[in-house]
T-cell receptor, first 113, second 110 residues
Framework: DADVTQTPRNRITKTGKRIMLECSQT?????MYWYRQDPGLGLRLIYY???????NKGEISDGYSVSRQAQAKFSLSLESAIPNQTALYFC????????????FGDGTRLSIL | EDQVTQSPEALRLQEGESSSLNCSYT??????LFWYRQDPGKGPEFLFT???AGEEKEKERLKATLTKKESFLHITAPKPEDSATYLC???????????FGKGTRLSVIA
């Protein structure tokens, strides 16, 4: 089983819909992250959480919200999806020790029509 | 200004033709530079961390090196299975999440 699991893997939906992307991990890491990846723009940070009670905005948080339900679970929500949120979304985790590598799930491909 | 710049954007090599990918960074007080490999439809896979100038890490045909301003990923005698996008990343400052470069898309032709 994958250490970082994202669901769903693919999603097609319509403008205005509420969408939740879920991430769960078995690595025992305290830190979790959400990134989006767009062609030509690379990976950009949306939100991150250093522990269950900590939530921080990243570079591009507008239009998104997150929930850290447990150490192992971190969800990303789009309250009212718009077409320019079409992208590949990745969840990542890292150990609490400073400057450890981040470990990624295999992503959710989200298309908003 | 981008903190991490990778070049070239794309590189096409013949099998066995060695080359290097570049990652330059502008953050001060570097606290680690990370290399990842990403295959289509997959998440980035961690390769190496370099912490100080002069440090080198190797894995199979890949060797990563670090100076005070940039890092190189050297690929020796590449094979088609080395085809992927290679990403580098640094913490923006202190204890912060990684900032990624846009990547180099490597194609190795048999």
């Amino acid at each position: 089983d994958a250490d970082v699991t994202q669901t769903p893997r693919n999603r097609i939906t319509k403008t205005g819909k509420r969408i939740m992307l879920e991430c769960s991990q078995t690595k025992g890491h305290d830190r979790m992250y959400w990134y989006r990846q767009d062609p030509g723009l690379g990976l950009r940070l949306i939100y991150y959480s250093f522990d269950v009670k900590d939530i921080n905005k990243g570079e591009i948080s507008d239009g998104y919200s997150v929930s850290r339900q447990a150490q192992a679970k971190f969800s990303l929500s789009l309250e009212s999806a718009i077409p320019n949120q079409t992208a590949l979304y990745f969840c990542a985790t890292s150990d609490v020790t400073v400057n450890q590598p981040q470990h990624f799930g295999d992503g959710t491909r989200l298309s908003i029509l | 200004e981008d903190q991490v710049t990778q070049s070239p954007e794309a590189l096409r090599l013949q099998e066995g033709e060695s080359s290097s990918l570049n990652c330059s960074y502008t953050v001060s007080g570097l606290r680690g530079l990370f290399w990842y490999r990403q295959d289509p439809g997959k998440g980035p896979e961690f390769l190496f961390t370099l912490y100080s100038a002069g440090e080198e890490k190797e894995k199979e045909r890949l060797k990563a090196t670090l100076t005070k301003k940039e890092s190189f990923l050297h690929i020796t005698a590449p094979k088609p299975e080395d085809s992927a996008t290679y990403l580098c990343a640094v913490p923006y400052s202190g204890n912060t999440p990684l900032v990624f470069g846009k990547g180099t898309r490597l194609s190795v032709i048999a």
